[in-house]
């Protein structure tokens, strides 16, 4: 199954409740002072880092997948310095690949991450890769967690369901 949540933006209602879920939750578990800015990585992380900055008023950088061959030639883009405290932000952590790319050029550039917030977890390895790297993994949902709505709202059958458990447990 596939999750995408760069169609959400095309929905501005539930976009901003997306957005606003996820404010909410970051700042019941750890608040905005602490970290100096959020960090993401392209495309649909991005999406969701930008609107969020702009709610919470913080910094957003972003790390590319790989530095550009003209220009700056930049891994990371916007505004840092050494020991700068960052949220990372994704859309959907799957095995936590990218999350981890960007938090390994992070740490290169001597900065900080201690917690990344998905809007969705898929639960298949991304919590426990990203624990590996020190980092903690929050969400605002689990792929677990939207079977079962689903599942209730009469959107999906139990066979569906099962399948779903049965890939993450």
Do not use: W
Request: glycine share 6%.
């Amino acid at each position: 199954y596939y999750i995408d949540l760069r169609l959400v933006p095309s929905y501005p209602i539930q976009y901003r409740k997306m957005i606003k879920g996820l404010q909410n939750l970051i700042a019941e578990d750890i608040g905005f002072e602490n970290f100096h800015s959020l960090v993401s990585v392209p495309t649909g992380g991005l999406v969701v880092a930008a609107s969020l900055a702009t709610e919470i008023v913080k910094p957003l950088i972003y790390v590319r997948n790989k530095p550009k061959e003209h220009g700056t030639g930049k891994a990371v883009e916007g505004v840092t310095c050494q020991e700068m405290k960052l949220l990372m932000i994704e859309d959907v952590v799957t095995s936590g690949g990218s999350v981890i790319n960007a938090i390994k050029t992070i740490k290169e550039e001597k900065m900080v991450v201690t917690d990344a917030y998905a809007v969705v977890d898929r639960m298949e390895g991304a919590a426990q890769a990203l624990e590996a790297e020190g980092v903690k993994l929050h969400s605002l949902l689990t792929i677990k967690e939207i079977a079962e709505n689903l599942f209730e709202q009469k959107l999906i059958s139990e066979d569906v369901l099962k399948q779903v458990q049965d890939r993450v447990n």
